[in-house]
């Protein structure tokens, strides 16, 4: 069974720097696509940044240049780092795997609690 287990999170101060790791284990190809996501108390859950097997990246508008979203296909893992962190930035941070693939879909993690506040 394909798991993916998010770690990392935590309580920060605004302007400080968080590093969540997503490893995935049971996977029976590679990874097509591996995307971070967040849901903030009363919205809805949104994108943060994907990045594709060839290493192509993706980012909302509202992390560019803050966050960067990079994988170690050696190691099973993608990470988020994260800088510059503000207060709206406080979420449930969730990994995705997407495998684009016959008989195989889309798998999320449990998540992880990020907060950003003095």
């Known amino acids: 069974q394909v798991q993916l287990v998010e770690s990392g999170g935590g309580l920060v101060q605004p302007g400080g720097s968080l590093r969540l790791s997503c490893v995935v284990s049971?996977?029976?190809?590679?990874?097509?696509?591996m995307g971070w996501y967040r849901q903030a108390p009363g919205k809805q859950r949104e994108l943060v940044g994907v990045?594709?097997?060839?290493?192509?990246?993706n980012y909302a508008d509202a992390v560019k240049g803050r966050f960067t979203i990079s994988r170690d296909n050696a190691k099973n893992t993608a990470y988020l780092q994260m800088n510059s962190l503000k207060p709206e930035d406080t979420a449930v941070y969730y990994c995705?795997?997407?495998?684009?693939?016959?008989?195989?879909?889309?798998?999320w993690g449990q998540g992880t609690q990020v907060t950003v506040s003095s």
């Open positions: 995705n795997a997407d495998y684009q693939a016959v008989g195989l879909g889309s798998y």
């Open positions: 049971g996977s029976p190809i590679s990874i097509f696509r």
């Open positions: 990045i594709r097997s060839s290493g192509t990246t």
